[in-house]
């Protein structure tokens, strides 16, 4: 019965055989030269299996620390029988910085981050200057960064590290632009009554002015 547990996780699942090396998309989907989308922060999966099921032409990792739902999602990932999404566990600054070939991310999803509210915490926030730097450097040519947050205060913060980093394009993105199922997390602010802004950037030619 164990046994089969492991295995039944093992096929969603990511482990690099070398966490000080960088990889490359192929390390992760091998043989496959298929957009490689990233969402950082993955939860307990759902947004990952959805759009992993409705977009076959593409490859998904998710990345998430804690390991319960690391599992979870690795177990979702294999009963669905998709080959095009995996799940790594680890710290999404490192995977951005040091892990993941530079230039190869299509799409960046960073959905209800934790927003740490109190000033004594904002260091914490993922959303900085050295960040968008790397994230810069990983995204593919044309590639974008899509971010959710139910935080006004987290949302104006990341704007304006944005703005200030200066070369992300803004795009206008409403719900129903294009297919992008509501993540967990998502579901429940909802629930509750909170309402969710959104920022679409685009890694382009062209830079904000
Ligand atoms: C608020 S939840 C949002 C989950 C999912 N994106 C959603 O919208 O339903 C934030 C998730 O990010 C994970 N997380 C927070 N900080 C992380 C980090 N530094 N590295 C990897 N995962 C992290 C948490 O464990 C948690 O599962």
């Not at 959805?50 to 739902?69: D, Q």
């Not at 935080?151 to 913060?157: G, L, M, P, R």
Request: with cysteine; charged share 30%; net charge positive.
């Amino acid at each position: 019965m164990g046994k089969v547990k492991i295995k039944n996780v093992q096929a969603g699942l990511f482990v690099p055989a070398d966490y000080f090396s960088r990889l490359r998309k192929a390390d992760i989907f091998p043989n496959e030269d298929k957009p490689l989308e990233v969402d950082l922060g993955c939860g307990d999966g759902a947004f990952l299996v959805a759009m992993a099921r409705e977009f076959p032409e593409r490859n998904f990792l998710g990345v998430e620390r804690l390991l319960g739902r690391v599992r979870k999602v690795a177990r979702d990932i294999t009963r669905a029988g998709l080959t095009n999404a995996k799940v790594l566990r680890l710290e999404s600054k490192y995977t951005i910085e040091w892990l993941l070939e530079k230039n190869s991310i299509s799409r960046l999803h960073l959905l209800c981050p934790d927003p740490w509210p109190k000033a004594r915490h904002h260091e914490r926030r993922l959303v900085q200057q050295d960040f968008l730097h790397s994230l810069w450097d990983s995204l593919a040519p044309e590639s974008e960064f899509l971010f959710k947050t139910d935080h006004d205060e987290y949302f104006d913060w990341v704007r304006y590290e944005v703005e200030q980093f200066g070369k992300f394009s803004m795009i206008p993105w409403q719900d129903g632009d294009f297919f992008y199922p509501k993540t967990d997390f998502q579901l429940l602010w909802e629930s509750q009554g909170k309402r969710l802004q959104s920022l679409r950037c685009k890694k382009g030619t062209s830079h904000m002015g």
